[in-house]
């Protein structure tokens, strides 16, 4: 199993300003991954970070907003950019470990973060 | 388009009866489903994977069905406790890049 830590778990920010959270997992992974729910919504990807590549975005998502790094195989940033209310939102990582028969998706607790 | 959904906002069920969650898709077919436990403040936790040629798949007190006729995945819970109340979550998808539902919030009154 992983273990995925995210900090901060909550922020309340200003609109205009920027936050950027980060998430650590307890062993090496080659990908790991950025979700947003937002209040009464479903778990939407944002994007995909590989070690040593640049991150690959899902439609509706960009690099200017949403810039991510992935320093090495166990740590990786979501910066939110010049955040609105409507980022409001839970943010969460996850990975992907390979398991004897199959493969098992591990989440962060998320970031809860309120814009205003 | 390609949707996965979970019809029932909110269930409500007395301890001990068995608790019944629906996922529908349509306009495609995956090759599996799963299902997800989120509590509060935390982030899903994985619970089944079920494959489009397996009818059934048990794992303890849940148990998981896929009617690839009815384009729907049943998700149930025997003998429900109140610890059992949490949302619960339908995917779809690559490990990854995965497509939730809305998610049934569950509640299992003593």
């Known amino acids: 199993s992983a273990v995925i830590s995210q900090k901060p778990s909550r922020d309340i920010c200003q609109r205009g300003t920027s936050l950027t959270i980060q998430c650590q997992v307890d062993?090496?992974?080659?990908?790991m991954f950025w979700y947003r729910q937002q209040p009464g919504q479903s778990l939407t990807l944002i994007a995909t970070?590989?070690?040593?590549?640049?991150?690959?975005?899902e439609s509706g998502f960009v690099i200017d907003k949403f810039p991510i790094s992935r320093p090495n195989l166990t740590f990786s940033t979501l910066t939110v950019s010049n955040m609105s209310p409507e980022d409001s939102s839970i943010y969460l990582c996850?990975?992907?470990?390979?398991?004897?028969?199959?493969?098992?998706?591990?989440f962060g607790p998320g970031t809860r973060l309120t814009v205003l | 388009s390609q949707k996965i959904e979970q019809n029932s906002e909110a269930l409500n069920i007395q301890e001990g009866k068995t608790a019944t969650l629906t996922c529908n898709y349509t306009n495609y077919s995956p090759a599996y489903l799963q299902w997800y436990r989120q509590d509060p403040g935390r982030g899903p936790v994985f619970l089944l994977l079920?494959?489009?040629?397996?009818k059934e798949k048990r794992k303890e007190r849940l148990k998981v069905t896929f009617d690839t006729t009815l384009k729907q995945s049943l998700f149930h819970i025997t003998a429900s406790q109140p610890a059992d109340s949490a949302t619960y979550l339908c995917a779809r998808g690559s490990q990854g890049n995965l497509i939730f539902g809305k998610g049934t919030k569950l509640s299992v009154k003593p």
């Open positions: 970070a590989n070690q040593g590549s640049e991150a690959t975005y």
């Open positions: 996850s990975v992907v470990l390979s398991g004897e028969r199959t493969d098992t998706q591990y």
């Open positions: 079920i494959r489009e040629n397996e």
């Open positions: 062993s090496q992974v080659t990908m």
